[in-house]
């Protein structure tokens, strides 16, 4: 039974939704609108932003401001509208492959400029919505649509590379992992700044089924066996770490914030003005 | 009266788009086009407007996009490879109906080309770079005062079909520097985006009125919720696989184009009166098909200028009717000839069209298109 008063946040009437049994998507956006709720947010000062993909269609299922963009856009459709209505609470909800593949350069740049706005990535280690091909993020040798024989490429760390980009809040959970996703998304809507929340997700239809996890329970146990809390990754050996999923906060620091500093220059410009 | 300035054609653009309500501006640097987003960096914040400057042409554009999504009035600039790298984002424009201004300083192409030099090679680009095949609104400048003005014009049309609007001007344009007399505030016509005037509850975000066909438009944060998609969707913003519900929809975004056309018409014309050649040209290429026609007078030859300023919706009609009183048609560009088919199919047979092309990406010179009138006459 859901708790608090969620539903003023769905779209009720769109349900059922559109993703497979088992797709690790829904707890995602489960935890989302609660996190809203808890927050004390009204839906009209919320606004979601997605790119293209199966995670990029859960703004549609909320009831708040929302946007549905091109291909790894999310974050810079969500500059403007950030900076055109500072007031809103935005968050850009995207893929893998939609964030650190055909987005990566928006993302690196929006976690160094620092507009205040939460973004999350739903990863499943794969294109879900193209059919199985490999992301940046497919596990060096699993298999996907474009990888029959194994992906040769290394795995995206897409936290590392946050922190590395600047994010000032920056945490990592999985969907069997509902508390800590919903813990993490609210210290991320908190926080003034870029936060990033990475939500290791399950897509039993596509990857599950290539990489020998057979269904979604099969997948979420590995979820449970593979995942290990930052205070324990500490102890363990790299080889030990091969392959695992370290969850916890990763960052979480104070750097000034972008559109504040632009209302610092707008005075600026207003008071001294410029020469022509 | 206004005040008189000596401004260069990229200063007009930058200005005509703060007088006409432009408070955000996202832009990547490229050469002829720079000078927009370096003046509008300086400018906007003093008007309390928003300018940033984004890590590519892709970003540049879905920014302003959301911007506008968000309320304000918002545009864009670049040149032909930028240009291209918004075409995708500029189709989410046209489908999710929203007002944005699009400004392509065209250099020499294709490619990164000759990156400080004049070309017209956008012509097609500017109405078909997107994919899906919908109209759009493209306006060409010849110069500086029109800069200013068209740019205003590109910015008002936005606004009233909800729809994304193209200014293509070209390095000479750009970079040239012409007196002109800055309106004041009360003289220039703004026209702002309909908004809706139903309940938050009521709202959808895509009903369309049915007198002009185009629906009200919330902000994002005023109190609506709604969504937003470049998937085909309903009323309600929401994406839909229904054949009905598609092919409506591709029917109103038709004919909101078609029910506004009386303002999508938009040329200038002349010495055609008597004349029996016509030149039909159009940005800085008209400029010197102008001192053409002036030589050619003083020989006696009876020619006249026909220049499309509003490029698309191409101006067919009076182009037509022009072309059935003169001899022959003769088109100068600077390129391998993409506006001479437009003018072939529309005058449909009226007339002899004679074709002048400089590929070279120095300008076309008068005395060229002099010798050309010669040649024809
Ligand atoms: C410019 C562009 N390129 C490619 C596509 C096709 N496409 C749609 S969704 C998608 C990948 C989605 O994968 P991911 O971001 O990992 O999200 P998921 O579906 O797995 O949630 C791709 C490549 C597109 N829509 N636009």
Redo the contacts between chains.
């Keep these: 039974m859901p708790r608090g008063n969620i539903a003023r946040f769905l779209?009720l009437g769109?349900f059922p939704h559109i993703f497979c049994a088992g797709c690790g998507h829904g707890i995602a956006l489960h935890a989302l609108v609660r996190a809203f709720d808890s927050m004390g947010y009204n839906?009209?000062?919320v606004?979601v932003?997605s790119g293209i993909g199966c995670s990029s269609r859960i703004?549609?299922y909320i009831?708040?401001?929302?946007?549905?963009?091109?291909h790894g856009?999310a974050l810079?459709?969500?500059?403007?509208?950030k900076?055109?209505?500072p007031?809103?609470k935005v968050v850009a909800v995207m893929g893998d492959g939609d964030c650190a593949a055909i987005g990566g350069?928006?993302f690196i740049?929006a976690a160094r400029r620092n507009l205040d706005m939460t973004a999350i990535v739903l990863n499943n280690y794969i294109y879900g919505m193209t059919g199985g091909q490999a992301s940046p993020t497919t596990p060096h040798g699993a298999k996907g649509s474009t990888a029959p024989y194994g992906f040769i490429e290394r795995q995206f760390d897409l936290c590392n590379l946050a922190i590395a980009a600047g994010a000032v809040y920056v945490a990592r959970a999985t969907v069997f992992h509902v508390p800590q996703t919903e813990k993490f998304i609210k210290r991320a809507l908190e926080k003034k700044g870029f936060s990033f929340v990475e939500i290791v997700s399950v897509c039993p239809t596509q990857f599950g089924r290539r990489n020998r996890l057979r269904g979604p329970v099969e997948m979420m146990e590995w979820l449970k066996n593979n995942s290990f809390p930052i205070s324990k990754a500490k102890e363990m050996s790299p080889q030990e770490l091969e392959g695992k999923i370290v969850i916890g906060e990763f960052a979480d620091k104070e750097m000034i914030e972008y559109t504040q500093l632009?209302q610092d220059?707008?005075k600026?410009?207003?008071e001294e003005?410029?020469e022509e | 009266m206004g005040k008189i300035v000596f401004w260069q054609g990229n200063r007009a653009v930058a200005m005509g788009a703060i007088m006409a309500g432009v408070r955000f501006y996202a832009g990547y640097p490229i050469t002829p086009s720079s000078e927009i987003a370096e003046i509008l960096s300086a400018e906007l914040p003093k008007v309390g407007g928003i300018f940033i400057q984004m890590e590519d042409e892709i970003g540049s554009m879905a920014a302003a996009i959301g911007a506008s999504l968000a309320g304000l009035k918002s545009m864009t600039a670049t040149s032909g490879p930028g240009f291209s790298l918004k075409q995708e984002n500029i189709g989410f424009a046209i489908m999710a109906e929203v007002p944005v201004v699009v400004v392509d300083v065209q250099r020499g192409g294709p490619s990164t080309g000759t990156p400080t030099k004049p070309f017209q090679g956008d012509f097609m680009q500017a109405r078909w770079g997107s994919h899906g095949g919908f109209p759009l609104i493209v306006l060409s400048p010849s110069t500086v005062k029109e800069c200013f003005d068209l740019t205003i014009e590109a910015v008002n049309l936005a606004e009233r079909f909800r729809s994304p609007v193209i200014l293509l001007t070209d390095e000479i344009v750009g970079h040239m520097r012409e007196k002109m007399e800055i309106p004041e505030e009360y003289e220039v016509k703004i026209v702002n985006r309909k908004k809706p005037s139903t309940s938050f509850l009521d709202y959808r975000p895509y009903r369309a009125d049915p007198e002009d066909d185009i629906p009200p438009m919330a902000a994002y944060g005023e109190g609506y919720c709604f969504h937003v998609t470049g998937l085909v969707h309903d009323e309600y913003g929401l994406p839909t696989n229904d054949p009905k519900v598609i092919e409506a929809l591709n029917l109103r975004l038709l004919r909101k184009f078609e029910k506004g056309k009386d303002l999508l018409v938009k040329f200038s014309t002349f010495a055609t009166d008597d004349a029996d050649v016509l030149v039909v040209a159009f940005g800085c290429v008209a400029r010197s098909a102008m001192g053409a026609i002036r030589e050619a007078r003083k020989l006696g030859y009876k020619v006249g200028l026909f220049r499309p300023v509003m490029l698309w919706p191409f101006p067919d009609e009076p182009l037509r009717e022009a072309a059935s009183k003169v001899k022959a048609i003769i088109v100068p560009e600077m390129n391998p000839g993409l506006m001479v088919r437009e003018v072939e199919r529309a005058i449909r047979g009226k007339c002899e069209v004679y074709s002048l092309l400089r590929l070279d990406t120095e300008m076309i010179t008068p005395g060229q298109i002099l010798e050309k009138i010669k040649e024809v006459v």
């Design positions: 779209r769109l839906p009209e000062e606004m932003v703004p549609g009831n708040a401001n929302t946007l549905h963009t091109t856009r810079a459709f969500a500059t403007g509208i900076l055109a209505n007031k809103l350069n928006h740049h632009y220059l707008c600026v410009a207003q003005g410029t």
